[in-house]
T-cell receptor, first 116, second 115 residues
Framework: NAGVTQTPKFQVLKTGQSMTLQCAQD?????MSWYRQDPGMGLRLIHY???????DQGEVPNGYNVSRSTTEDFPLRLLSAAPSQTSVYFC???????????????FGAGSRLTVL | AQKVTQAQTEISVVEKEDVTLDCVYE???????LFWYKQPPSGELVFLIR??????QNEISGRYSWNFQKSTSSFNFTITASQVVDSAVYFC????????????FGTGTSLTVIP
């Protein structure tokens, strides 16, 4: 049981380049989300999805796109990378059982992105 | 507004000392969940505990204990007889009960246990 798998673990980009951070989970979780972690800022929610075909914005969505075509995958796209997007990115998922707020988030190992 | 405050940015203790990590939260919801996560130096985030707003009973798990006080909107975490393996960043988080679509994390407390 792999849990939540993120790729790549490390990436260096130049300003203006695009890339996709991949996230896959094998737990049949309905909810998936992306967070960024910056020093002194904790974890901030970028986008989330409550099921295939449904996505919504979190606290810091600007500069990022997401889609959810399958239950398993939730990729995060940076269309034109900026130095301000240098961060560690975490994908997290949880089951959809009600009440939803009770469900524990399971995190991936993180992806460290540097934008020069 | 939903907000979690962890005022202690960094704490250092000597091994075997007890240490308490503070967490204060703000929420407009009457029902909610609180969580603690641990992030060791390896970087992954590990779930430690969750507590719902209905239950103010304190919880103990080995050397770890949690004190939830609704009257002061606090959910503090105590490690008894700290060990070097406890060195990590600890995050407190808040979620509403019904949708759970947005978790609100504090900024974390970095704990260093000195041997």
């Amino acid at each position: 049981n792999a849990g939540v798998t993120q790729t790549p673990k490390f990436q260096v980009l130049k300003t203006g380049q695009s890339m996709t951070l991949q996230c896959a989970q094998d737990m049949n979780h309905e909810y998936m989300s992306w967070y960024r972690q910056d020093p002194g800022m904790g974890l901030r929610l970028i986008h989330y999805s409550v099921g295939a075909g449904i996505t919504d914005q979190g606290e810091v969505p600007n500069g990022y796109n997401v889609s959810r075509s399958t239950t398993e995958d939730f990729p995060l796209r940076l269309l034109s990378a900026a130095p301000s997007q240098t961060s560690v990115y975490f994908c997290a998922s949880r089951p959809g059982q009600v009440p939803s707020g009770a469900n524990v988030l399971t995190f991936g190992a993180g992806s460290r992105l540097t934008v020069l | 507004a939903q907000k979690v405050t962890q005022a202690q940015t960094e704490i250092s203790v000597v091994e075997k000392e007890d240490v308490t990590l503070d967490c204060v939260y703000e929420t407009r919801d009457t029902t909610y969940y609180l969580f603690w996560y641990k992030q060791p130096p390896s970087g992954e985030l590990v779930f430690l505990i969750r507590r719902n707003s209905f239950d103010e009973q304190n919880e103990i798990s080995g050397r770890y204990s949690w004190n939830f006080q609704k009257s002061t909107s606090s959910f503090n975490f105590t490690i008894t007889a700290s060990q070097v393996v406890d060195s990590a960043v600890y995050f407190c988080a808040l979620s509403d009960l019904f949708t759970g679509n947005q978790f609100y994390f504090g900024t974390g407390t970095s704990l260093t246990v000195i041997p």
